[in-house]
């Protein structure tokens, strides 16, 4: 059983000696801790809150309901007992208005003393117990969504708790599919900035000559299409957390202006002519190796330093092949309840050949694949035939039979348009589910522009969203 602590606040040092000597007799496991002083017993309860403080009313340093109200500003929960004169009834009313647990008029006997400190320790445990209660249903509310008891997963959850008790700014890095933005919002949840939403901004998805206004925010008529002020999103995340999804995306136009907003705790917004508070944790997540973009010049090295104050990096699926039996188990249960079926069982056979394989898309990958081999299944078990299925489903590149003209045969341009059309819709659904739809990734690694990139997308139909 952990230790209680008692603080006792009273100007009257003889009073402080007696107590100080009888009350270690009556309170078993019980610490106390006496003081004269007001201003330093303030001191004591910001650095090591007490679970009972018994303080007097009248005290010639700071009057005692002063001193419960500045007590209360820093502990809401913490049980206090005034001590007060004989008499002093609408004293003791007031201070129960104000938080007051409990109050006892002197001069009193050390019996009734003791059981109104029992009683008062008794509150303190009870609010203990549930506070930690509370905790803990949050941490397993936050943790629902990861899988995995390997040794890479437990120190991942262990440092998303360390780093949820920190305000420091925090860079997740790790492979597309890896849960990256999950980690992001765990550390909030478990933040104290949890009672406020979490703000997120995905980097790729925003034009550039837009992300700046999105962040910052915009005056009425600062440019074309600004039809009224926007806060933007730093303004709306203060007081909470903003998460940059894939930050690495951020031009390098924009990157200077968001080290300035880190640095000074302030945003100015588009055509605006004064700079606006803001009190931001940021988080920021990225698949890309931020220190070879530093090294060619498309990202800030002042800017990596102050985003990666605290970095933590998700497991590959690769680093956790033993957890692929229980991501696969949950992603069945999953798609049960998506579908609003009953889960199918796998065969051990299947278990054993998914742990097998080689996951490139990491657990986002292993996720829509389950998806697929319960689709694919035609009864209640998923079996060596549904994943022999799933596998020539993927790898057919056979596309519509070819147009003929009248002679029987398509003509070389038709065959060609048809050949090149085939080829560029195949290339392009490849390379973003590579990418998990990140555009700017894509076409980086196709070496062609962004926005030629979009272009292909738009003519071929393709929604780079359908593989997020």
């Given at each position: 059983m952990d230790q209680l602590s008692l603080l006792i606040i009273d100007d009257e040092k003889d009073m402080l000696d007696g107590l100080k000597r009888i009350l270690p007799d009556e309170l078993e496991n019980t610490s106390i801790t006496v003081s004269s002083s007001p201003v330093k017993a303030l001191d004591m309860v910001k650095k090591n809150p007490f679970d009972l403080i018994l303080m007097d009313v009248r005290m010639p340093e700071m009057d005692g309901i002063d001193l419960l109200d500045r007590i209360k500003q820093v502990e809401p929960e913490?049980?206090?007992?005034?001590?007060?004169?004989?008499?002093?009834?609408?004293?003791?009313?007031?201070?129960?208005?104000?938080?007051?647990?409990?109050?006892?008029?002197?001069?009193?006997e050390i019996p009734d003393l003791v059981r109104y400190i029992h009683k008062g320790l008794e509150r303190s445990s009870l609010i203990r117990e549930n506070m930690n209660l509370?905790?803990?249903?949050?941490?397993?509310?936050?943790?629902e969504d990861?899988?995995?008891?390997?040794?890479?997963?437990?120190?991942?959850?262990?440092t998303i708790q360390s780093l949820a008790r920190t305000d420091y700014s925090v860079l997740i890095r790790g492979?597309?599919?890896?849960?990256?933005?999950?980690?992001?919002?765990?550390i909030h949840s478990l933040s104290d900035r949890s009672d406020k939403k979490l703000v997120t901004v995905n980097c790729p998805a925003i034009p550039e000559h837009l992300?700046?206004?999105?962040?910052?925010?915009?005056?009425?008529?600062?440019?074309?299409g600004a039809l009224k002020d926007?806060?933007?999103?730093?303004?709306?995340?203060?007081?909470?957390?903003?998460?940059?999804?894939?930050?690495?995306?951020?031009?390098?136009?924009?990157?200077?202006?968001?080290?300035?907003?880190?640095?000074?705790?302030?945003?100015?917004?588009?055509?605006?002519?004064?700079?606006?508070?803001?009190?931001?944790?940021?988080?920021?997540?990225?698949?890309?190796?931020?220190?070879a973009m530093i090294k060619d010049k498309s990202?800030?090295?002042?800017?990596?330093?102050?985003?990666?104050?605290?970095?933590v990096s998700t497991p590959s699926l690769k680093d956790i092949s033993e957890d692929i039996p229980l991501l696969v188990h949950h992603f069945n249960r999953k798609a049960a309840q998506e579908l609003g079926t009953s889960p199918k069982s796998i065969c051990p056979d299947v278990i054993r050949a998914l742990v097998r394989r080689d996951w490139p898309g990491n657990v986002r990958e292993l996720q829509n694949f389950t998806r697929r081999m319960i689709v694919f299944s035609s009864g209640d078990e998923i079996n060596m035939a549904t994943l022999a299925a799933v596998n020539s489903q993927e790898h057919s590149r056979s596309g519509p039979a070819p147009p003929e003209s009248g002679?029987?045969?398509?003509?070389?341009?038709?065959?060609?348009?048809?050949?090149?059309?085939?080829?560029?819709?195949?290339?392009?659904?490849?390379?973003?589910?590579?990418t998990s739809g990140n555009i700017s990734q894509a076409s980086r690694m196709a070496g062609m522009s962004r926005v030629a990139l979009q272009k292909i997308t738009k003519r071929l139909d393709i929604d780079p969203g359908n593989y997020r």
């Open positions: 913490s049980t206090i007992i005034m001590m007060t004169a004989y008499g002093s009834i609408e004293v003791a009313v007031q201070a129960i208005k104000l938080g007051a647990y409990d109050f006892i008029t002197k001069p009193f509370r905790q803990q249903i949050c941490r397993k509310s936050v943790f990861f899988v995995g008891q390997s040794s890479p997963m437990k120190r991942l959850y262990e492979e597309s599919g890896t849960g990256k933005e999950l980690v992001a919002r765990a992300l700046e206004s999105e962040l910052f925010g915009h005056k009425k008529g600062s440019f074309t926007h806060r933007g999103l730093f303004v709306e995340a203060s007081g909470s957390t903003l998460l940059l999804d894939e930050i690495a995306d951020i031009p390098v136009s924009i990157q200077t202006k968001l080290l300035r907003a880190l640095q000074e705790h302030e945003v100015r917004p588009v055509g605006g002519s004064r700079n606006i508070r803001v009190d931001v944790r940021i988080l920021s997540t990225t698949n890309q190796d931020l220190e990202f800030r090295e002042d800017l990596f330093y102050r985003l990666n104050v605290v970095s002679d029987g045969l398509e003509t070389y341009a038709e065959a060609k348009t048809r050949v090149i059309n085939d080829f560029t819709e195949d290339y392009v659904r490849r390379l973003l589910s590579r």
